[in-house]
């Protein structure tokens, strides 16, 4: 097979990236036809998305191309963001991460979870031995619930008991295979609640899908080669010590820790939001699992081995991501995000997330450490500034050159170097 050349993509126009889409065939002809009418979510479809609806909001649809590689495979990775650097900053890191071998996952499990909130049980104790030995009775109720799961080899597989405060908590781990399965998960919570409470003699609270998914948490690992940081020896053993610094000040440090999670999910929300995915779930269970120490803490690490002059990354994060139901069919323009990834199964497009997040995490650190984030921030807050004054793409070279003298860079100073250049 012949490779596919990528060289100057982010030089192109945005129907020059498309005609190369096309060329190379990462597209069906349906969502080739979809990109070229520039209007994937029709207004009618989005009023069954939601309520009161009055138009669609766009956000940028980008590709981090031919860069990401994992386990063993290179994507070109959709990207739904509107922040100026995320794209060329994940991009970059994965380039690196690529030349020292790309990244390495684990899947540690796929199945989400469901709990039913027991109040008021006259003894907890003996109300969770009877349902600890009903368990199977009632893995069987919540198999009923949901036959269709069932046949495609998914359903409930354990069911456990915890007492928490005053109350008795039933939870479910369930196999949603393709689907993020909350709907899944509260049907077969609600079908639970009768048998629960003629088994604790108590009432149920409420009966709902967990967001923390700690039972589908995925690592990715990568090594990389700290001549990759600078050609410079010296430069590149203090940037590796640098970095290692800053993960361990974002484990003990919240305000630190905020900020170094918050550019981690730059790129997952991109990736999770143009496949159709439900971000705010995985930020939630992923913000609950960041404090699972009882502090709240940076969710990956990076250790320095000196001997091998390697910095080895590290991120585990629940990821209850999916590739059927929800929004996911609905919106053509997730259609598109999938076809461009060659429609991975679940597990995959898991793995292809938490790489990215741990590749956008790698550029924020070795540019904070480094030259520090506003070299690169400068640069995009200059053009979106130029275009907030109205600058054409012709005016915008020279705009951007004064605008990155001056010495207040402002839309009132974009505006006033834009009406200098248009004055005859």
């Known amino acids: 097979m012949t490779k596919l050349s990528w060289t100057g ?4 126009t945005p129907q020059e990236r498309k005609e190369h889409l096309k060329k ?3 597209l069906s002809q349906e969502n080739q036809d979809l990109l070229d009418k520039d209007q994937q979510l029709t207004l009618e479809t989005a009023n069954q998305m939601a309520e009161n ?22 994507y070109q990775v959709p990207m739904v963001t509107e922040e100026p650097s995320v794209v060329a900053a994940a991009s970059y890191a994965s380039k690196l991460i690529k030349r020292s071998g790309g990244f390495t996952t684990t899947i540690h499990n796929r199945q989400m979870i469901g709990q039913v909130a027991l109040f008021d049980v006259p003894d907890k104790d003996d109300a969770s031995r009877k349902i600890q030995a009903a368990s199977q009775n009632l893995i069987e109720i919540a198999k009923e619930a949901h ?6 080899g998914g359903g409930p597989r354990k069911l456990w008991t915890e007492t928490k405060g005053d109350f008795l908590i039933v939870y479910l781990a369930v196999d949603t295979q393709e689907a993020m399965g909350a709907n899944m998960v509260n049907t077969m919570m609600e079908a639970l609640v009768p048998e629960l409470e003629n088994l604790s003699k108590g009432q149920s609270l409420m009966a709902i899908l967990s967001n923390l998914a700690t039972e589908s948490l995925v690592t990715a690992t990568c090594r990389l080669s700290t ?13 590796a010590k640098k970095m290692e610094m800053a993960s361990q000040l974002a484990q003990v440090d919240p305000y630190r820790a905020a900020t170094h999670n ?4 730059n790129g997952i929300d991109a990736l999770v939001i143009a496949t159709g995915n439900d971000w705010r779930a995985v930020e939630a269970g992923s913000h609950a699992y960041a404090s699972k120490d009882g502090s709240y803490r940076g969710l990956s690490t990076w250790t320095y081995d000196q001997e091998a002059k390697e910095l080895v990354g590290e991120l585990t994060l629940p990821m209850p991501i999916a590739t059927r139901g929800g929004s996911i069919g609905l919106n053509p323009s997730a259609s598109i995000a999938h076809d461009l990834l060659n429609h991975p199964d679940a597990k995959t497009l898991a793995s292809i997330i938490v790489s990215l997040g741990l590749a956008q995490n790698l550029a924020a650190l070795k540019a904070l450490t480094s030259t520090g984030i506003q070299a690169g921030h400068m640069k995009l807050q200059a053009k979106s500034l130029a275009l907030l004054a109205g600058a054409s793409p012709e005016e ?11 010495k ?4 009132e100073t974009a505006q006033a170097i834009l009406e200098k250049l248009r004055t005859p």
């Open 262 to 265: 918050k550019g981690i999910f």
């Open 9 to 12: 993509f982010s030089k192109k």
């Open 227 to 239: 001549r990759f940081l600078s050609r410079n020896k010296e430069e590149a053993h203090d940037l």
């Open 408 to 411: 207040h860079m402002n839309q």
């Open 24 to 26: 190379n065939a990462l």
């Open 396 to 406: 915008m070279p020279q705009v951007l050159a004064e605008l990155l003298k001056a």
């Open 53 to 74: 609806v009055i138009g669609r909001f766009t956000l940028p649809f980008a590709v981090c191309p031919d860069v990401l590689l994992v386990d063993g495979v290179t």
């Open 147 to 152: 036959p269709s799961i069932v046949k495609r």
